[in-house]
């Protein structure tokens, strides 16, 4: 068995405010959102990558498919119940503090 760690960070740059990070990404916004999909995904299964590499193999492919909407194919994909994550949790750190600190600790790895 191989042992894959994610770090959905990239070619990014992070700035602190008053209210958390604010990352800037080499390709944009779209994949500022998708890598914070990831993140929270990876966080909200433990690490576990028995369950979070399918969901990100599923995720980067709809996204290479159409990325114009990171957050709605995510909302897709975890709808489906095919993973261990429920929409109201991932759309709780995409949009909360959590999230945001998460994709901090991210960068700093």
Same mark, same amino acid.
């Given at each position: 068995?191989? $042992? @894959? ?31 914070? !999909?990831?993140?929270?995904? @990876? $966080?909200? !299964? ?38 261990? !994550?429920?929409?109201?949790?991932? $759309? ?13 600790? @991210?960068?700093?790895?």
């Amino acid at each position: 068995m191989v $042992n @894959i760690t994610i770090y959905p960070y990239g070619n990014a740059n992070e700035n602190q405010t008053s209210t958390g990070w604010n990352f800037t990404c080499q390709h944009g916004a779209n994949e500022c959102q998708g890598n914070l !999909v990831e993140t929270c995904v @990876i $966080n909200l !299964v433990a690490f576990d990558q028995s369950q979070y590499m399918d969901f990100v193999i599923d995720y980067e492919t709809k996204l290479k498919g159409d990325p114009s909407d990171p957050f709605g194919t995510a909302q897709k994909l975890v709808s489906s119940g095919s993973y261990n !994550v429920s929409w109201d949790a991932l $759309n709780a750190c995409i949009n909360g503090a959590e999230g945001n600190a998460w994709q901090h600790q @991210i960068a700093e790895w």
